[in-house]
T-cell receptor
Framework: GAGVSQSPSNKVTEKGKDVELRCDPI?????LYWYRQSLGQGLEFLIY????????KSGLPSDRFSAERTGGSVSTLTIQRTQQEDSAVYLC??????????????FGSGTQLSVL | AQSVTQLGSHVSVSEGALVLLRCNYS??????LFWYVQYPNQGLQLLLK??????LVKGINGFEAEFKKSETSFHLTKPSAHMSDAAEYFC????????????FGKGTRLSVIA
């Protein structure tokens, strides 16, 4: 596609429900990132996929959060038993290669998650 | 571990005045440094980056930043602010070698007053 696509753009859910957020990276990009943007907290790294390597899950805040990337392309971020503090904008980004190889990130428009 | 500190969550300047957004980083290895900008209702986009070579880097829309190793800083400047510069600005760092994702600061919201 022309850019990184995220869906849904907005998600309202009740506390305790599970949610799935989807990211379609730019075709051919091997690296995919999930970040969370909360008011006053900036961009918080969640998880990072690079090619066929094991993902870097060091940023996931709890075991309620998980993500997968199928076929090296589409990624799904799943939040189980959502809590009100999970309310934030979830951003996906992709790049051709590693940041250390001088590649810039292309961001999607994000999914605004609201947990009531 | 890397980290980024952006001084000032909100900066307000008059139109035509100098813009200075501060960023200090911490990294155990030589860093790559980035500034990203998020305009209202838009996604983040790369403004400029420092990788190697010249320490003064120029980006889009007249912005520039200077890498100062001795001060571990990468401040963003623009000589004359325009109303369209109002946005949220994020400084980010990654390791020059290794397999680490970008680490972002908490952001600085820039307001431009007419």
């Amino acid at each position: 596609g022309a850019g990184v696509s995220q869906s849904p753009s907005n998600k309202v859910t009740e506390k305790g429900k599970d949610v799935e957020l989807r990211c379609d990276p730019i075709s051919g990009h091997t690296a995919l990132y999930w970040y969370r943007q909360s008011l006053g907290q900036g961009l918080e790294f969640l998880i990072y996929f690079q090619g066929n390597s094991a993902p870097d899950k060091s940023g996931l805040p709890s075991d309620r959060f998980s993500a997968e990337r199928t076929g090296g392309s589409v990624s799904t971020l799943t939040i189980q038993r959502t809590q009100q503090e999970d309310s934030a904008v979830y951003l996906c980004a992709s790049s051709l290669d590693l940041p250390s190889f001088n590649e810039k990130l292309f961001f999607g428009s994000g999914t605004q998650l609201s947990v009531l | 571990a890397q980290s980024v500190t952006q001084l000032g969550s909100h900066v307000s300047v008059s139109e035509g005045a100098l813009v200075l957004l501060r960023c200090n980083y911490s990294s155990s290895v030589p860093p790559y440094l980035f500034w990203y900008v998020q305009y209202p209702n838009q996604g983040l986009q790369l403004l400029l980056k420092y990788t190697t070579g010249a320490t003064l880097v120029k980006g889009i829309n007249g912005f520039e930043a200077e890498f100062k190793k001795s001060e571990t800083s990468f401040h963003l400047t623009k000589p004359s602010a325009h109303m369209s510069d109002a946005a949220e600005y994020f400084c980010a760092v990654s390791e020059r070698s290794g397999n680490t994702p970008l680490v972002f600061g908490k952001g600085t919201r820039l307001s431009v007053i007419a």
